[in-house]
């Protein structure tokens, strides 16, 4: 088992800028692919973006590359998601995720249903 909690998120301003964290217990960190999705109301939950555990493999949503960046401290056991030139399209619930079978790529990773461990979600708004 691995437990989740994301914590960062809130509301901000259209071009501004925020950064998501995600902790992690349980199972030994870097045997784990990281990824981070997103659900805004009435739609169904999308991929933002994954790592592999050393990071050698990353894969962005391309409607966030560029403005969004992963990174992972698999000392602390932790993830992070900086958001920056935040637009209202981007406000949604924001969930990390973890599975096993990605940990060497994450090239097909961006299903949802494709990962195993989930955190609770933090909401992140951003007002136009």
């Known amino acids: 088992q691995v437990q989740l909690v994301e914590s960062g998120g809130g509301l901000v301003q259209a071009g501004g800028s925020l950064r998501l964290s995600c902790a992690a217990s349980?199972?030994?960190?870097?045997?784990?692919?990281m990824g981070w999705f997103r659900q805004a109301p009435g739609k169904e939950r999308e991929f933002v973006v994954a790592r592999s555990w050393s990071g050698g493999s990353t894969k962005y949503a391309d409607s966030v590359k560029g403005r969004f960046t992963i990174s992972r401290d698999n000392a602390k056991n932790m993830v992070y998601l900086q958001m920056n030139s935040l637009k209202s399209e981007d406000t949604a619930v924001y969930y990390c995720a973890a599975d096993p079978k990605y940990r060497l790529t994450v090239v097909a990773a961006s299903s949802p249903s494709g990962w195993q461990y989930w955190g609770q979600g933090t909401q992140v708004t951003v007002s136009s």
């Open positions: 349980g199972r030994t960190f870097s045997n784990y692919a």
